[in-house]
């Protein structure tokens, strides 16, 4: 079953190290996504990607944020200066349709983002 | 905004026990998802509902929506162990853009 792909599983890395998160979404989707949940939160989202470009992002996904799809099959997160609260796992996710029509959405696995 | 809000926060059940967890959000929705998530790993996705239906199963899996009351609920009968995890509702818009999780509701079930 196809599946949506992030590395790394894990990152540590310093405050104010930037940091960039890799997903390889499916192959036939056109929606991707970056969520990501604080230890013991809810999940939540971040930025919606289309077309090549973002077509929603909420109040967290602020001026250190930025995403990237730069070679038609990766979907980046890049964090510029990275501060301890960004502490979480970051889970990116593809569908096919907006808002799930098609089905549900894929998660991968995510990357669980250590910031000391 | 629109926010899936789950209860209860945490429950605890016997192994073959059924277990029903609830949802409520504020604002029309195109449809509505159940989503796992074992400890640390990633979503899983179990169920989408249209907001024109009002019941759908999936194996052990029954899920309801009331869009009078704004609400949903996920029963998983016969439960195992392995059902142990966060189970999270989810919510898109009509627009079907913007998709938002609840905190979800942590499941254990007990051998």
């Known amino acids: 079953e196809p599946e949506v792909t992030q590395t790394p599983s894990h990152q540590v890395t310093q405050m104010g190290q930037e940091v960039i998160l890799r997903c390889v979404p499916i192959s036939n989707h056109l929606y991707f996504y970056w969520y990501r949940q604080i230890l013991g939160q809810k999940v939540e989202f971040l930025v919606s990607?289309?077309?090549?470009?973002?077509?929603?992002k909420s109040e967290i996904f602020d001026d250190q944020f930025s995403v990237e799809r730069p070679d038609g099959s990766n979907f980046t997160l890049k964090i510029r200066s990275t501060k301890l609260e960004d502490s979480a796992m970051y889970f990116c996710a593809s569908t096919q349709g907006t808002g799930g029509v098609v089905g549900g959405y894929t998660f991968g696995s995510g990357t669980r983002l250590t910031v000391v | 905004s629109q926010q899936g809000e789950e209860d209860p926060q945490a429950l605890s059940i016997q192994e073959g026990e059924n277990a029903t967890m609830n949802c409520s959000y504020k604002?029309?929705?195109?449809?509505l998802q159940w989503y796992r998530q074992n400890s640390g790993r990633g979503l899983v996705h179990l169920i989408l509902?249209?907001?024109?239906?009002r019941e759908k199963h999936s194996g052990r899996l029954r899920v309801t929506l009331d869009t009078s009351k704004k609400s949903s609920s996920l029963l998983i009968t016969a439960s195992r162990a392995a059902d142990t995890a966060s189970y999270f509702c989810a919510t898109a818009d009509n627009y079907g853009q913007n998709f938002v999780f609840g905190p979800g509701t942590r499941l254990s079930v007990l051998p």
């Open positions: 604002t029309s929705i195109n449809n």
């Open positions: 990607f289309y077309n090549n470009e973002i077509s929603e």
């Open positions: 509902i249209r907001s024109n239906e």
